[in-house]
Nanobody, 114 residues
Framework: VQLQASGGGLVQAGESLRLSCSAS????????MAWYRQAPGKQRELVAS???????SYGDSVKGRFTISRENAKNTVYLQMNSLKREDTAVYYC?????????WGQGTLVTVSS
């Protein structure tokens, strides 16, 4: 499985961005996809996750501002990020699970300026 993340960039605080993660290769039975992020000097943290059955969860810091969604026909998961804050600045990584195997995308940088 290969994961290709895109959509990062530089925005002002309060603005929005949408990240995309497209899966290719052996995508059958990918039952879990998620976004993580890692800010400079900090540990990687879960931002949002979505199971193939539709169960969604969010990290506390993004609840009410970020929305994860999945388009199965395109094997793509999205992260809509609204009301961005400076503390959302990080490299965002796409993550997928297929059984006990996990896969990571290359990361896309989101920078929020005040």
């Amino acid at each position: 499985v290969q994961l290709q993340a895109s959509g990062g960039g530089l925005v002002q605080a309060g603005e929005s961005l949408r990240l995309s993660c497209s899966a290719s290769g052996s995508i059958l039975a990918i039952n879990y996809m998620a976004w993580y992020r890692q800010a400079p000097g900090k540990q990687r943290e879960l931002v949002a996750s979505i199971y193939s059955g539709g169960t969604i969860s969010y990290g506390d810091s993004v609840k009410g501002r970020f929305t994860i969604s999945r388009e199965n026909a395109k094997n793509t998961v999205y992260l809509q990020m609204n009301s961005l804050k400076r503390e959302d600045t990080a490299v965002y990584y796409c993550h997928a699970m297929r059984g006990f195997n996990e896969y990571w995308g290359q990361g896309t940088l989101v920078t929020v300026s005040s």
